[in-house]
T-cell receptor
Framework: DTEVTQTPKHLVMGMTNKKSLKCEQH?????MYWYKQKAKKPPELMFV???????INESVPSRFSPECPNSSLLNLHLHALQPEDSALYLC??????????????FGNGTRLTVT | GQQLNQSPQSMFIQEGEDVSMNCTSS?????WLWYKQDPGEGPVLLIA?????ELTSNGRLTAQFGITRKDSFLNISASIPSDVGIYFC???????????????FGKGTHLIIQP
């Protein structure tokens, strides 16, 4: 079982819909991450939250909007997505963002399909 | 950005055989991580390496952090069917001012085991 919980597990949405992906961890980790993963490819970093503040945005289009309401929760708000945005969206957390011995722990992801 | 060259891209082996895969880079990493990803799930951390030359085992898995900090290998001994999956290496670079980007991932090694 993963200690990083993501919901929903699957999501199908139209290009005009607004939806949100949710991620939760109760390990006391202070860094949380969103990754996007296409089939059989490595995860690609989208956003990093460090102590609930957005620290890295890897030039992600504005139709993806992250939010970190508190240290345990991370959301990704989706609006006006394109079919090429269909992918597995992975949330991860680490104890802190600034120590080298703080590996990332991943959730099982949300499989997003944009129609 | 940094790149990790992971090889082989895929492996077809017989059950019971030993497996070896590696990652190399032109950049120096502070941390090397090895993850395994099963279909429909997020990457699961197998081994974390923090010191140059470090050799770490986790059951049938053994990984080493290269002395130059630019490479790492993962060995699996006496493979079993549940070893099937995609194995990713990942590296982390810490910056002198503190902080780090997310992980840089290799492209993955697809392990297929024939009974």
């Amino acid at each position: 079982d993963t200690e990083v919980t993501q919901t929903p597990k699957h999501l199908v949405m139209g290009m005009t819909n607004k939806k949100s992906l949710k991620c939760e961890q109760h390990m006391g980790h202070r860094a949380m991450y969103w990754y996007k993963q296409k089939a059989k490819k490595p995860p690609e970093l989208m956003f990093v939250y460090s102590y609930e503040k957005l620290s890295i945005n890897e030039s992600v289009p504005s139709r993806f909007s992250p939010e970190c309401p508190n240290s345990s929760l991370l959301n990704l708000h989706l609006h006006a997505l394109q079919p090429e945005d269909s992918a597995l969206y992975l949330c991860a957390s680490s104890q802190t963002p600034d120590t080298y011995n703080s590996p990332l722990h991943f959730g099982n992801g949300t499989r997003l399909t944009v129609t | 950005g940094q790149q990790l060259n992971q090889s082989p891209q895929s492996m077809f082996i017989q059950e019971g055989e030993d497996v070896s895969m590696n990652c190399t880079s032109s950049s120096i990493f502070n941390t090397w991580l090895w993850y395994k990803q099963d279909p429909g799930e997020g990457p699961v951390l197998l081994i974390a390496l923090y010191k140059a030359g470090e050799l770490t085992s986790n059951g049938r898995l053994t990984a080493q952090f290269g002395i130059t900090r630019k490479d790492s290998f993962l060995n699996i001994s006496a493979s079993i069917p549940s070893d099937v999956g995609i194995y990713f290496c990942a590296g982390l670079i810490m910056y002198s001012g503190g902080g780090a980007d997310g992980l840089t991932f290799g492209k993955g090694t697809h392990l297929i085991i024939q009974p």
